[in-house]
């Protein structure tokens, strides 16, 4: 776990910011509950430009952000960045530092459209496809992209949804995935292949029994090729005709 090196250092830092009644026990409970594995692997995966130790104010997220564009060229580079980034948390999605959350906040300031076109992309890593299926369950997400969820493809939802089931035990992180990325329902689906199919069967039947032809091979049968119809034939014809239809 970590500790503090420097007391003094520590409250003057809340102090400086107006955070007072702040004791050196309990800054130690407070950081305590972060593993040093959990820091460590989320500041080696933080993006070039990006220092995760000074992200405490909203001027330096804005400032590490800026840094951040200018060491990353191309919207695409920068957003698959931040989705390693976002997938190298701590593991869980509702109960987290909240460090983590300036990942968050870095992506959504793309559109909607940049970030549909990152996280569909088919070589992602599965620390990016871990952040990518994080971002998309995340409720800053849905409030800020009310239908970003309808954007994405139905077979990209059902890789992230894949890897979560395949990746976490976190029945929490299980039920938000299958919120949010569970594709249409098979029921739902051979409901339209079965329209699909009564449509198509209906054209055939059309095409073949069309009154017309239907008429001329039933006269042909039952009144041999050269019979005129007329008002002797036409009831028999009808009465064939709405049998075999």
């Not at 079965?194 to 239907?214: P, R, V």
């Amino acid at each position: 776990d970590l500790r503090i090196a420097d007391v003094e250092k520590w409250r003057e830092w809340f102090h400086s910011r107006d955070i007072r009644n702040v004791s050196e026990q309990g800054a130690t409970n407070t950081i305590n509950r972060i593993p040093r594995r959990s820091w460590t692997r989320w500041t080696e995966a933080a993006p070039k430009g990006v220092d995760p130790e000074t992200q405490d104010t909203a001027a330096s997220v804005l400032l590490s952000q800026q840094t951040f564009q200018r060491a990353t060229p191309g919207k695409q580079s920068q957003i698959l960045a931040l989705l390693k980034w976002y997938g190298s948390g701590n593991g869980s999605w509702s109960d987290f530092p909240a460090y983590e959350s300036v990942a968050e906040d870095m992506l959504l300031s793309y559109d909607l459209t940049d970030i549909t076109t990152a996280i569909c992309k088919e070589n992602l890593s599965s620390i990016q496809q871990e952040g990518a299926a994080r971002l998309l369950c995340s409720w800053n997400f849905t409030v800020k992209f009310s239908s970003g969820l309808s954007c994405i493809p139905e077979s990209t939802k059902l890789i992230l949804l894949s890897h979560v089931q395949y990746r976490s035990k976190d029945q929490d992180k299980l039920e938000r995935a299958k919120c949010a990325l569970k594709p249409r329902s098979v029921k739902s689906a051979k409901k339209t292949n079965f329209a699909k199919e009564c449509s198509q069967q209906e054209k055939k039947k059309k095409k073949i029994f069309g009154t017309d032809t239907l008429k001329k091979r039933l006269r042909t049968r039952l009144f041999g090729r050269n019979l005129p119809v007329n008002s002797l034939t036409t009831p028999l014809l009808r009465t064939a005709q709405n049998r075999v239809v």
